[in-house]
């Protein structure tokens, strides 16, 4: 743009308008292909993924002893697996690739801001290492409430099969009103853990939030209170600038990671069906 755009009405610019619109051109398509090489991307390597889990967990669950299947019944086995393996085809691959592209995006522009103001390392590296410390110490809590959530799923499920199949009987005795009420309850009893889960993540995101308006506020009133000529004025505004999309960025991130643990415990759980000691050989 500054090539384009003449500094005075004297002056001529280097090059006309056509070069800024193919500059635009050329970066418009070069996004868009990247775009579409990151949906494919993303898209094979979940599929693949899945397919690989769900391909080990069903040969391992076809060869596990009969002690396995005695112990939990298997219908909460296959309701388990079911869901587990819908939220690794539908969401997981999703949820962990804008986890991967904002991580990537926040290291991008904290690279490029330190090319022309190295003194942000400053304040990111002390602001990184208390974002670390928050969410090692949210992660345990996220993933027990998580489990707490899916362990009341099949309640509902197995409750909701059998008033279905007994409705007849159920209407005869004029039992709806139990019924409906037991069913109400179980509901309730899976909400319960999930709202806990999401204000855990709202927990999170407030303090480092606070945590990053806290260290903005404080670079904005070191740059206005810096003497004239220590640093130079468009640096400053860069700095500012950047600080902001930093903020932005950061929450992006935290988000994105929340939301991609609170799914984890369905490939901890696949994981676990993996792993089931198998039986004796076919052929001794």
């Known amino acids: ?29 070069s996004g868009v292909l990247c775009v579409l090489v990151r949906a494919l991307l993303v898209a094979y390597t979940g599929l693949w993924t899945a397919q ?37 085809d539908l969401e997981m691959a999703t949820k962990l690739g804008w986890r991967a592209f904002s991580v990537i995006q926040i290291l991008g522009t904290i690279a490029v801001m330190s090319q022309v103001a190295w003194q942000v390392f400053a304040i990111f590296i002390p602001v990184t290492a208390v974002c670390i ?13 998580a489990r707490l959530a899916q362990i009341q799923i099949a309640p509902i499920l197995h409750h909701f099969a059998e008033s279905l199949a007994g409705a007849a009987s159920i209407r005869a005795f004029d039992q709806e009103g139990r019924f409906i009420h037991t069913n109400l309850d179980l509901v309730d009893g899976h909400a319960r853990p999930w709202f806990h889960n999401v204000s855990a993540m709202e927990w999170l995101s407030f303090r480092l939030n606070i945590l990053s308006n806290f260290v903005f506020a404080f670079s904005l009133v070191m740059l206005v209170s810096l003497p004239e000529g220590i640093i130079n004025p468009s640096i400053a505004g860069l700095a500012v600038t950047y600080g902001i999309n930093l903020n932005v960025l950061q ?22 069906y993996r792993n089931i000691a198998s039986e004796a050989s076919l052929v001794i």
């Open 251 to 272: 929450a992006q991130v935290i988000w994105n990671i929340c939301n991609a643990e609170n799914k984890m415990i369905s490939v901890e759980r696949i994981l676990q």
């Open 52 to 88: 690989t889990f769900f391909t080990s967990m069903l040969h391992s669950v076809l060869r596990a002893p009969m002690s396995f299947f005695d112990s939990t019944p298997t219908g909460r086995i296959l309701d388990r697996v079911s869901t587990d393996q819908s939220i690794l």
């Open 133 to 145: 410390w928050y969410q090692r110490y949210y992660t345990p809590t996220a993933r027990e409430l």
């Open 1 to 29: 743009m500054a090539w384009v755009c003449p500094t005075s009405s004297d002056a001529k610019p280097i090059f006309d308008m056509n070069f800024i619109l193919l500059i635009y051109t050329v970066l418009s398509v």
